[in-house]
T-cell receptor
Framework: DPKIIQKPKYLVAVTGSEKILICEQY?????MYWYRQSAKKPLEFMFS???????DNQTASSRFQPQSSKKNHLDLQITALKPDDSATYFC??????????????FGHGTKLSVL | GEQVEQLPSILRVQEGSSASINCTYE??????FPWYKQEPGENPKLIID?????ERKQTQGLIVLLDKKAKRFSLHITDTQPGDSAMYFC??????????FGSGTQLTVMP
């Protein structure tokens, strides 16, 4: 019974289109993240949110926009899709502690293919 | 940007032997070092982690060592089994909100 739900599991898109990747977590965590995994870059940090606020961002392109409608939701909107965006996108969550980063738990990912 | 170097990229060991994976990091402020195991088509799963206030941690056949002076940490899997075959990733914290991952080690345990 997955506690971090990502939808859809697989996604095929055409170049130039826009897609939204959905993530909901039921672990009661306050922080949520997006990571990307491709053959070129195994696990690459994209965004972190805490209490629905952006805390860190390593994604240079404004085509990637996180959207948090609730504390346990963090969707990822990707516009003007390019073939290079093809990757598996993992959502993760954690319960931050006073000592800094705590254990991250990953969802099962959305595998995006851009044709 | 910051990097975590992970070696070896491919590791083949005989069942029952030990496997060791080494990682080095750049940021002396990194204070959290997790290890993840990922099987084909699956998500990365946390298997063990260590904080900078420790030098060694052990759990269920896994040992993690941390040398802060050398900015090096390692995972040792004792008594390997075929079920240990997977991709392993090390990571180091960068600030309070992100992990920098190594490039992964593909471990194969041969019967």
């Amino acid at each position: 019974d997955p506690k971090i739900i990502q939808k859809p599991k697989y996604l095929v898109a055409v170049t130039g289109s826009e897609k939204i990747l959905i993530c909901e977590q039921y672990l009661g965590h306050n922080a949520m993240y997006w990571y990307r995994q491709s053959a070129k870059k195994p696990l690459e940090f994209m965004f972190s949110y805490s209490y629905q606020k952006l805390m860190d961002n390593q994604t240079a392109s404004s085509r990637f926009q996180p959207q948090s409608s609730k504390k346990n939701h963090l969707d990822l909107q990707i516009t003007a899709l390019k073939p290079d965006d093809s990757a598996t996108y993992f959502c993760a969550s954690s319960q931050p502690g006073t000592g800094g980063l705590e254990r991250l738990f990953f969802g099962h990912g959305t595998k995006l293919s851009v044709l | 940007g910051e990097q975590v170097e992970q070696l070896p990229s491919i590791l083949r060991v005989q069942e029952g032997s030990s496997a060791s994976i080494n990682c080095t990091y750049e940021n002396s402020a990194s204070n959290y070092f997790p290890w993840y195991k990922q099987e084909p088509g699956e998500n990365p799963k946390l298997i063990i982690d260590i904080r900078s206030n420790m030098e060694r941690k052990q759990t269920q056949g896994l040992i993690v060592l941390l040398d802060k002076k050398a900015k090096r940490f390692s995972l040792h899997i004792t008594d390997t089994q075929p079920g240990d075959s997977a991709m392993y990733f090390c990571a180091a914290s960068s600030g309070s909100w992100q992990l920098i991952f190594g490039s992964g080690t593909q471990l194969t345990v041969m019967p």
